[in-house]
DNA sequence: CTGCTGACTGGTA
DNA sequence: GTACCAGCCAGCA
């Protein structure tokens, strides 16, 4: 199933760094379903699931129900700086699959 | 099966 | 920079 593999992907996401819907989506299969994995991270309310790792492209920040500012305290707790509603560094933050990265993604 | 929804994305104005 | 539009996808009624 499509969400279980999305749940899976955003779950692998290190602290400190993020993923957009995009990637995520690419990982679970389908770089398209951007659209869709927000649909799912939306259901996803288990602490299990990092969901507030989970960012739009272009580093902005999405949404998260509505306590979008609540994701933006856990990003910055984690060591992300989120300024407004976008992240700095977006690019070096983003974190892409490790799949076979075992020399430890930066 | 058809139609609607939405934490998306890229493009255009 | 912001605002609007069209495309694309999984989930649900």
Redesign the pocket.
């Known amino acids: ?4 593999r ?1 749940l899976s992907v955003v779950r692998r996401i290190p602290a400190g760094r993020v993923a ?4 995520v ?1 690419a990982t ?18 288990s602490h299990d699931v990092p ?2 790792r ?5 580093g ?6 509505g306590n979008l500012e609540l ?1 933006r305290g856990l990003l910055r707790a984690e060591g992300v700086v989120v300024i ?3 992240i700095r560094d977006f690019k070096t933050r983003r974190w892409v699959r490790a799949t076979r990265t075992r020399h430890g993604d930066v």
């Open positions: 199933m499509f969400r279980s999305v957009t819907y995009g990637d989506a679970a299969g389908n770089a398209r379903a951007s659209r869709a994995v927000g649909n799912i991270m939306r259901d996803c309310r969901c507030h989970v960012v739009a492209a272009g902005r920040l999405g949404g998260y129900g994701k407004g509603n976008a």
